[in-house]
C-alpha cells in the first residue's frame, strides 16, 4: 500500500553522497497536518534542495574534475512518475513513496520516508 509524500519526507538519489529533506508548498494539508506533494513537485532548490555532493560521470561537472564528487545541482527534465491518478492534490496526481524521479545526470531519485504514516493511497 502507498504512503502519500509529505513535506517532511525523506528522499535519495542514487548519485547523490547524502539523503535530502524533501519541501512542499503549503497548499494541501493531510490528516497528521503536513504538507502533501504531487508530481509536479520537482524543483531544484524549492522541493529537492539537493544531495550535497553529485558522483555521476554524467555531470559535466563531475566529468571535468576528473570523476570528483562536485555540488549536487540536480535537473529534473520530468515529474515524478507514477504518482497517484486516482487522488489528484492541485490539479495533478498525489505523489507517493512508490514514485521515482529521474535527474538528467542518470541519477535515480527515490522516497526513503514519505513523512507521512497514517494516509494511504489504495
Same mark, same amino acid.
Given at each position: 500500500?502507498? *504512503?502519500? @509524500?509529505?513535506?517532511?519526507?525523506?528522499?535519495?538519489?542514487? %548519485?547523490?553522497?547524502?539523503?535530502?529533506?524533501?519541501?512542499?508548498?503549503?497548499?494541501?494539508?493531510?490528516?497528521?497536518?503536513? $504538507?502533501?506533494?504531487?508530481?509536479?513537485?520537482? =524543483?531544484?532548490?524549492?522541493? =529537492?534542495? &539537493? %544531495?550535497? *555532493?553529485?558522483?555521476?560521470?554524467? $555531470?559535466?561537472?563531475?566529468? !571535468?574534475?576528473?570523476?570528483?564528487?562536485? !555540488?549536487?545541482?540536480?535537473? %529534473?527534465?520530468?515529474?515524478?512518475? #507514477?504518482?497517484? #491518478?486516482? @487522488?489528484?492534490?492541485?490539479?495533478?496526481?498525489?505523489?507517493?513513496?512508490?514514485?521515482?524521479?529521474?535527474?538528467?545526470?542518470?541519477?535515480?531519485?527515490?522516497?526513503?520516508? #514519505? &513523512?507521512?504514516?497514517? =494516509?494511504?493511497?489504495?
Amino acid at each position: 500500500m502507498a *504512503l502519500l @509524500v509529505v513535506e517532511t519526507g525523506t528522499l535519495t538519489c542514487s %548519485f547523490g553522497t547524502a539523503p535530502c529533506k524533501f519541501k512542499v508548498i503549503p497548499t494541501n494539508v493531510t490528516g497528521e497536518k503536513k $504538507n502533501a506533494a504531487n508530481i509536479m513537485d520537482n =524543483v531544484y532548490p524549492t522541493n =529537492v534542495p &539537493g %544531495f550535497t *555532493l553529485c558522483t555521476s560521470p554524467s $555531470n559535466p561537472a563531475v566529468a !571535468a574534475a576528473l570523476g570528483v564528487p562536485q !555540488a549536487c545541482t540536480p535537473v %529534473f527534465p520530468a515529474p515524478w512518475a #507514477p504518482g497517484k #491518478p486516482n @487522488v489528484i492534490l492541485r490539479d495533478q496526481p498525489a505523489l507517493d513513496n512508490n514514485s521515482i524521479l529521474m535527474c538528467v545526470y542518470a541519477g535515480v531519485i527515490s522516497v526513503t520516508d #514519505p &513523512g507521512e504514516t497514517k =494516509v494511504t493511497l489504495e
